[in-house]
């Protein structure tokens, strides 16, 4: 089970950048692996998680709840993302929002500290963080466009080719929260589209 979690890993990585497998080797004793069902936890808010948890498989959510008990997602993470605080790990803040699984995930977890170790001592490696990095700006960005730029419907678009198959594993009301629209509005868009 443990080299099948590796093989994982390794594939995962490979999908955005070149890691051989002395790269792999020197690395695998930093990770953990672990399984989460829907709606498991990888952290709570004002905890202070120090880890990367990389999404090997499956789908999960960052979310807050705000002051009325009401849930807002900020982001989903499919394979090849990252579960992290980085307030928590930059500043030592708690982490002021949840993440969470949505579906069954295989995740791949590593202390920055020791991300950012393997970094310095590999060159593969800190093109790795340096990437994974451009990937959340990237991200960030491309979301911030969307909202500030699409209309509901061509968001619900934008999602459906970004997440291709996964988005058929996560639950509407999460989609509608991803958007920034209601659940209504959602089913809506699904109608004039055939696909209720």
């Given at each position: 089970?443990?080299?099948?979690?590796?093989?994982?890993?390794?594939?995962?990585?490979?999908?955005?950048?070149?890691?051989?497998?002395?790269?792999?080797?020197?690395?695998?004793?930093?990770?953990?692996?672990?399984?989460?069902?829907?709606?498991e936890y990888l952290f709570l808010s004002g905890e202070l998680p120090l880890d990367?948890?990389?999404?090997?498989?499956?789908?999960?959510?960052?979310?807050?709840?705000?002051?009325?008990?009401?849930?807002?997602?900020?982001?989903?993470?499919?394979?090849?993302?990252?579960?992290?605080?980085?307030?928590?790990?930059?500043?030592?803040?708690?982490?002021?929002?949840?993440?969470?699984?949505?579906?069954?995930?295989?995740?791949?977890?590593?202390?920055?500290?020791n991300l950012v170790k393997l970094s310095k001592s590999n060159n593969n490696w800190?093109?790795?963080?340096?990437?994974?990095?451009?990937?959340?700006?990237?991200?960030?960005?491309?979301?911030?466009?969307?909202?500030?730029?699409?209309?509901?419907?061509?968001?619900?678009?934008?999602?459906?080719?970004?997440?291709?198959?996964?988005?058929?594993?996560?639950?509407?009301?999460?989609?509608?929260?991803?958007?920034?629209?209601?659940?209504?509005?959602?089913?809506?868009?699904?109608?004039?589209?055939?696909?209720?």
């Amino acid at each position: 089970m443990e080299k099948t979690n590796q093989q994982l890993l390794q594939n995962t990585f490979s999908a955005f950048i070149s890691l051989n497998q002395a790269d792999m080797d020197i690395a695998i004793p930093y990770f953990t692996f672990r399984y989460c069902h829907p709606k498991e936890y990888l952290f709570l808010s004002g905890e202070l998680p120090l880890d990367v948890h990389f999404v090997l498989n499956g789908v999960g959510r960052y979310f807050y709840i705000d002051q009325n008990g009401i849930e807002r997602n900020k982001s989903l993470v499919r394979k090849g993302g990252a579960f992290a605080s980085i307030s928590s790990i930059v500043e030592g803040s708690p982490s002021p929002f949840f993440a969470q699984a949505l579906t069954e995930c295989v995740i791949a977890s590593v202390s920055y500290s020791n991300l950012v170790k393997l970094s310095k001592s590999n060159n593969n490696w800190g093109d790795f963080v340096r990437k994974m990095f451009e990937r959340l700006v990237l991200k960030k960005e491309k979301r911030e466009a969307g909202f500030l730029m699409l209309s509901a419907k061509e968001r619900y678009l934008q999602f459906l080719k970004e997440f291709g198959a996964d988005s058929q594993e996560i639950p509407l009301r999460h989609v509608a929260m991803y958007l920034g629209i209601t659940d209504v509005t959602l089913s809506r868009i699904r109608r004039e589209m055939g696909l209720t």
